[in-house]
């Protein structure tokens, strides 16, 4: 099951529960004192995704087929790409 949403560089994974929403980890990162697109902090595409109740990261096309494969609930109109909306 995915349980939250994640960002992350080469250097650090933000990762916190649902309802949770992508600008709150940005937000949490600024409250850290850093700057999310100089530390290039979930400024690819593939940097912003999802962790599932193993812990595990997947980006938002991974995250999408796994709610499909997995049976998750979510937007039966989601598109290629999973967003926190979808499930939450």
């Known amino acids: 099951m995915i349980i939250g949403v994640a960002i992350r560089?080469?250097?650090?994974?933000v990762k916190l529960p649902r309802p949770n929403?992508?600008?709150?980890?940005?937000?949490?990162?600024k409250s850290l004192g850093l700057h999310a697109t100089k530390e290039?902090?979930?400024v690819k595409a593939d940097d912003q995704g999802f962790y599932t109740h193993t812990g595990r990261y997947l980006t938002r096309e991974?995250?999408?087929?796994?709610?499909?494969?997995?049976?998750?609930?979510?937007?039966?109109?989601?598109?290629?790409?999973l967003f926190s909306e979808d499930v939450w």
């Not at 560089?9 to 994974?13: F, L, Y």
């Open 21 to 29: 929403r992508h600008h709150h980890c940005l937000a949490y990162v």
């Open 62 to 81: 991974q995250a999408y087929k796994y709610v499909k494969r997995v049976n998750q609930k979510h937007d039966p109109e989601a598109r290629k790409y």
């Open 40 to 42: 290039g902090i979930g």
């Open 9 to 13: 560089s080469d250097k650090i994974t």
